[in-house]
């Protein structure tokens, strides 16, 4: 049996290269050495030589068990977002971008309730479209509404950014949802029901972000922005 290591310099020693990886990841995505995605990339492989060469923690056997279970994985992603495109193609081909925009313009509606609305409408659209397709659809049609009636474009990005989060935990199209199912291989309908009080919660942040500018916007200001 391996002895225990004892806490002490050379166990911190020994753990530093791993307790190096955050900042590493971090370091190249603030630095602009790299997009997240390519940093995700590197610090992946980073780790794989840490446990392949430096700890010996990781055998070839080991290796191909985590290549199948990250191919699975994908799988269950890449199948998820093939169908929403599908789905997102229908709502671009029939312009319900912009009708919501129409209806939105011809309302005429306050901050507060055009936020609402714009609420509504990302939550439910969430549950059947995917995160990038609503920011590059939609969020260009209701960048121009929203600073017509004079909501900050800071305060309606965290907003936006807030419910495409909440988005990716709504089924029954939540992407996050799926991830969890293939790594964890629990059914999908006890993370549905597990989920939803964190959704709650979500919902509550959401609602006060929205009602509260300055939670949005303190940290901007004190900043100078």
Not at 55 to 83: D, P
Not at 112 to 139: Q, S
Not at 205 to 220: E, F, M, Q, Y
Request: with cysteine; proline share 8%.
């Amino acid at each position: 049996m391996r002895a225990m290591i004892r806490p002490g310099p050379a166990a911190s020693a020994t753990a530093l290269p791993a307790l190096a990886l955050p900042g590493l990841l971090l370091a190249i995505i603030y630095s602009g050495i790299a997009t997240p995605t390519e940093a995700a990339a590197i610090a992946a492989s980073y780790a794989l030589v840490l446990t392949m060469l430096v700890y010996r923690t990781m055998t070839i056997a080991g290796l191909w068990h985590v290549i199948e279970e990250t191919v699975r994985s994908i799988a269950t992603v890449g199948l998820i977002i093939v169908g929403a495109f599908m789905f997102n193609y229908i709502i671009a081909n029939e312009n319900v971008p912009q009708l919501l925009h129409g209806l939105l313009a011809a309302w005429r509606p306050g901050p507060v309730a055009f936020l609402l609305a714009v609420n509504v409408v990302f939550l439910v659209l969430a549950c059947v479209l995917d995160a990038i397709t609503m920011l590059l659809i939609l969020v260009p049609l209701l960048v121009p509404l929203a600073t017509a009636i004079g909501i900050d474009p800071v305060h309606f990005g965290v907003v936006i950014i807030l419910n495409m989060m909440i988005g990716l935990a709504l089924p029954p199209h939540g992407l996050l949802l799926f991830v969890m199912h293939g790594l964890t291989r629990a059914p999908l309908g006890a993370i549905f029901r597990e989920v939803l009080p964190l959704v709650a919660a979500l919902l509550a942040v959401l609602l006060a972000v929205t009602l509260i500018p300055a939670l949005a916007l303190a940290l901007p200001h004190a900043l100078g922005y």
